[in-house]
């Protein structure tokens, strides 16, 4: 499995026990990391992904309760709702990988995680928060090019 597939999915599993545990976060993430011991690569990517989807929850959270009509963000399955939210920071606020990609993982997760229906919705709401990004932005609503393999490109076999 590639490095950076395998840190969302560590990724989903921090806010998947953020979620449920309502307790602090940073507890959570540090008490994680003592059971899962990975590549460096692979935690640092998980923690930005974590960490930029809580510190930008708000933000996030209005996106998805804006396009998920008649859903209520609070009664969506927990898998799917953190799906989406890391889903949302990465097509926001991370700017290493494509759209396309992003979009893709998340709803890989969806199929892996959720239940059957859960990849279509995920794709719904990450693919109408995209073109609404897009449109605000200025920029192409088509993915960009993928950059250059690196070490932690979604390329590279994970360790």
Known sequence: MRKRTKAREYALQLLYQVDISRLD??????EFWQYHHVA????TF?????RGTL???????RLIAACANNWDIARMAVVDRNILR???????????????VCLNEAVELAKRFGDEESSRFVNGILDTIHKQHAARTGSSAEPSA???????????PAT
């Open 40 to 43: 460096p690569e692979v935690r």
């Open 46 to 50: 998980a923690d930005r992904l974590v």
């Open 86 to 100: 890391m889903g949302v920071f990465e097509l926001l606020h991370a700017d290493d990988a494509p759209p396309k």
């Open 25 to 30: 976060a940073v507890h959570e993430i540090d």
């Open 55 to 61: 510190q930008h929850a708000q933000e996030i959270d």
């Open 146 to 156: 993928p950059s250059p393999a690196s070490p932690l490109s979604d390329d590279a």
